[in-house]
């Protein structure tokens, strides 16, 4: 039988896929054709300048390994790069491209002896004059490390953020996640690495973007057919710091976009830095090779601050603005607004101007007043302990019942119903959900999670349940 193209490349992936993670397979080898086969020469295709390039860094062993033993000595590889307006094997919106954008289809061949170096190679890509092209970094620099004041509740991820402004994509804090909750200080923190950069590093491109801003860029430039032009800008940036990257939840393409422009800036010894209002693995429908390159680098969390903290932060704000505030007044509010620095300013801010309005002195009735406010303003949160008893009383059966190990069905699902809540309505890790349900791991509290999602969008019933201990748990 005669060599095609086809079985000489089925032979390699068949060794290859034996000696790497079916991950690393599935990312990086699934998606290549074999295209032709000329004496010793296979051609293959790839979708991408980017996906030869990481082929050549990290594969090119084992892919001549494989070829020679089908080929011989005298194997050689030609990537043909074949960018489609998809990039790697999905293909997010196509249906949405008119025929037209198929002029754009771009080949390129490049014929690569195999060895381990990067070859020159002419980016078709570029856009032109763009390196020229100053890009303006959307930095707030009245968010600097200066007036980020250091406590116990923020010390590692200020000083691992201190460490990537001294040298950014030189530490092993690559990416940086910095996460935690709302209001706690994490786009502060980012814009602080992001304006110290451009302070230490003028020449380097830093760009500050939400990860709502970015979802748009991309989906218009999708629907605009500019969606390389999209991923090149990206790929050019040094420093880049995305805010809030638990939006990109359930956005599969905006999370296939990222990705590549994730990989092409790390390999690149790029700086990234990500926040996120949620930990690594408390993040739903962020797919999970997104997550595991999160978690390359550091993943920093900012806790509640702390007592100390809370009285700096309220001095120096007030110091800022020119005002004095009785002792008192200033522990009554750091007593009184724990988990949220930006409650605590809004606090300050108001009491400020009920006072100068209304020539008041600022006293502790005036402080009490705009507290009660913004406390009741923010949402009593429920305990764990509470949703249980509710879910438990709403299927009469006990809370010992709803913990149990049993894989009675009802159960089951109360018991789904109790951990879907308290991820909806608490702060609570998914891990710290399990143990306080019955003992089970994080796993099974996210599977409980998609699990309600599920059946309450397909059964009546079941949505009926939903509704009801929603009710129950929010009046
Ligand atoms: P997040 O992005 O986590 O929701 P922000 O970064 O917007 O929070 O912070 C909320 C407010 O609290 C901002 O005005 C910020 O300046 C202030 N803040 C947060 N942490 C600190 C800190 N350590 N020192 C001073 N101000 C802080
Ligand atoms: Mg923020």
């Known amino acids: 039988m005669s060599k095609t193209a086809e079985s000489v490349w089925n032979n390699c992936l068949a060794f290859i896929e034996d000696n790497i993670s079916s991950q690393a397979y599935k990312t990086w080898f699934e998606p290549i054709k074999a295209v032709k086969l000329a004496d010793c020469s296979l051609s293959i295709q790839v979708p991408s300048k980017f996906f030869y390039e990481w082929l050549e860094e990290h594969y090119v062993k084992i892919l001549k390994v494989a070829l020679t033993k089908e080929l011989g000595k005298n194997a050689k590889l030609v990537y043909i790069i074949r960018m489609e307006n998809t990039y790697g094997n999905k293909q997010p919106f196509t249906e949405k491209i008119p025929s037209a954008n198929r002029s754009n289809l771009r080949s390129q061949e490049i014929d690569v002896p195999l060895k381990n170096k990067s070859p020159e190679l002419k980016n078709p890509f570029v856009i032109p004059g763009i390196r020229n092209v100053k890009i303006e970094s959307q930095l707030n620099p009245n968010y600097n490390f200066e007036n980020f004041l250091e406590g116990e509740s923020n010390r590692l991820a200020r000083s691992a953020g201190l460490a990537v402004a001294n040298k950014p994509g030189g530490t092993s804090f690559n990416p940086l996640l910095i996460f935690g909750?709302?209001?706690?200080?994490?786009?502060?923190?980012?814009?602080?690495?992001?304006?110290?950069?451009?302070?230490?590093?003028?020449?380097?491109?830093?760009?500050?973007?939400?990860?709502?801003?970015?979802?748009q860029q991309y989906i218009e430039s999708v629907t605009k057919n500019n969606r390389n032009d999209f991923i090149h800008f990206y790929q050019i940036i040094d420093v880049l710091i995305v805010d809030d990257i638990q939006l990109l939840s359930g956005k599969a393409g905006t999370q296939d976009v990222f990705f590549h422009i994730f990989n092409h800036l790390h390999q690149n010894g790029k700086q990234v830095i990500l926040t996120s209002d949620k930990a690594p693995v408390d993040m739903i429908d962020i797919e999970q090779r997104l997550l595991s390159r999160f978690k390359w680098g550091l993943s920093a969390e900012l806790n509640h601050p702390d007592y100390a903290t809370r009285i700096a932060i309220i001095k120096s704000k007030l110091y800022r603005d020119g005002v004095d505030m009785p002792e008192e007044i200033i522990e009554f509010l750091a007593n009184n607004i724990k988990t949220n620095i930006r409650e605590l300013e809004g606090a300050i801010i108001s009491l400020i101007a009920h006072s100068s309005f209304n020539k008041k002195e600022i006293t502790i009735d005036l402080a009490r007043k705009i507290v009660d406010n913004y406390v009741k303003h923010t949402k009593r949160e429920v305990s764990i302990e509470y949703i249980q008893k509710v879910v438990s009383d709403y299927f009469q059966m006990d809370v010992s019942t709803l913990q149990s190990k049993t894989r009675k069905r009802h159960i089951v699902q109360a018991r789904q119903l109790a951990m879907f809540f308290a991820k909806k309505l608490t702060k609570a890790s998914l891990a710290s959900i399990g143990s306080q349900i019955g003992q089970r791991d994080h796993a099974t509290v996210l599977h409980a999670c998609k699990t309600v999602d599920n059946l309450s969008s397909t059964d009546k019933q079941f949505r009926k349940y939903v509704e009801d201990l929603n009710k129950k748990l929010t009046l």
Do not use: M
Request: glycine letters at 12%.
């Open 181 to 215: 909750g709302v209001g706690l200080g994490k786009t502060h923190l980012a814009h602080a690495i992001g304006v110290d950069i451009k302070d230490k590093y003028p020449e380097k491109t830093v760009l500050y973007i939400s990860a709502e801003k970015f979802t």
